[in-house]
């Protein structure tokens, strides 16, 4: 077995589950995947919207499938895995929101480390079992700026700031890769995981309700941003590329958030191994799941 894992493109027919499939960066990594003859699966809240986007894909609905699923709702979670016996050859945790206020999910966490970190660590504990190649989470270079509490990681005692729990999100999104791949790699698992950064994206993420204060990233998103083909390039070098294990994959150029896609690094916090590992335990409380060894 190579010690980067079997890309997926030398696989036979493969399936790549995609989760947010529907919209943005998620459509266009599912547009991509199809194209290089992959078998795709779109896991999606809105199922009308994944049944237009399956009918664009190359193939359509002879070929690929459309599954409901709700990463802010546990149970909805549990509801897909469930239901879902086919062996998977890559599993893509693209879904992701951005909220302007204090939200929460329908088990009452704080809706995007819940539904950005949470639901996709559930989901990954449930299915890894079915995957045999590689499991690949969209995180963002905002992971920076992340600083988890794991006392308070559902923001019940700190004040609130929106961008600061996005950022935390997605510091958690990395954080997850680290410790998957070291236990993946303890294990000596065929399976290989990987965080990607898409860079500055013009998507649905940045879109904000009449009367909310804009970030300066609601700003320059319209001026500096790329498409969603774009953003997907980090993706799809995390899905197909032979890169190390644990890999951040971004953008070339523009401090790494537009054009092209090459192996990025992390931030000291990203690499710090007992934070990891204490985010890991809280997440397996928190969700009730264990991902197997």
Not at 45 to 57: P, Q, T, W
């Amino acid at each position: 077995m190579p010690s980067h894992g079997t890309p997926p493109n030398a696989l036979r027919d493969p399936t790549v589950l995609i989760t947010g499939a529907n919209s943005g960066i998620g459509r266009a990594t599912a547009q991509a995947v199809a194209s290089r003859g992959s078998r795709v699966v779109l896991a999606v809240r809105n199922r009308a919207a994944g049944d237009a986007v399956v009918d664009e894909l190359v193939g359509g609905r002879d070929r690929h499938v459309v599954a409901q699923l709700d990463l802010a709702d546990l149970d909805s979670v549990r509801r897909f895995a469930d239901q879902w016996t086919e062996p998977i050859d890559v599993l893509v945790n693209n879904a992701g929101v951005a909220t302007p206020r204090l939200l929460r999910t329908a088990d009452g966490f704080e809706m995007q480390f819940g539904t950005n970190h949470l639901g996709h660590f559930a989901l990954t504990a449930l299915l890894l079992p079915l995957v045999s190649s590689r499991v690949v989470t969209v995180a963002s270079q905002a992971e920076r700026a992340g600083r988890l509490d794991l006392d308070d990681l559902n923001w019940s005692r700190r004040p609130f700031r929106n961008s600061r729990a996005y950022a935390d999100s997605k510091l958690a999104n990395v954080l997850f890769t680290q410790e998957l791949t070291r236990r993946l790699t303890a294990s000596r698992s065929p399976v290989t995981a990987y965080s990607a950064h898409p860079g500055l994206v013009r998507t649905a993420i940045y879109d904000r309700p009449p009367g909310t204060t804009p970030t300066i990233w609601d700003r320059l998103v319209p001026i500096l941003g790329q498409d969603p083909d774009a953003g997907a390039l980090p993706v799809l070098l995390a899905i197909f590329g032979d890169i190390a294990p644990g890999s951040f994959t971004g953008p070339r150029h523009f401090a790494n958030m537009r054009g092209g896609a090459h192996v990025i690094g992390l931030s000291k916090q990203a690499r710090d191994h007992q934070l990891a590992a204490g985010l890991w335990a809280a997440s397996e409380r928190l969700t009730s799941t264990q991902v197997p060894a």
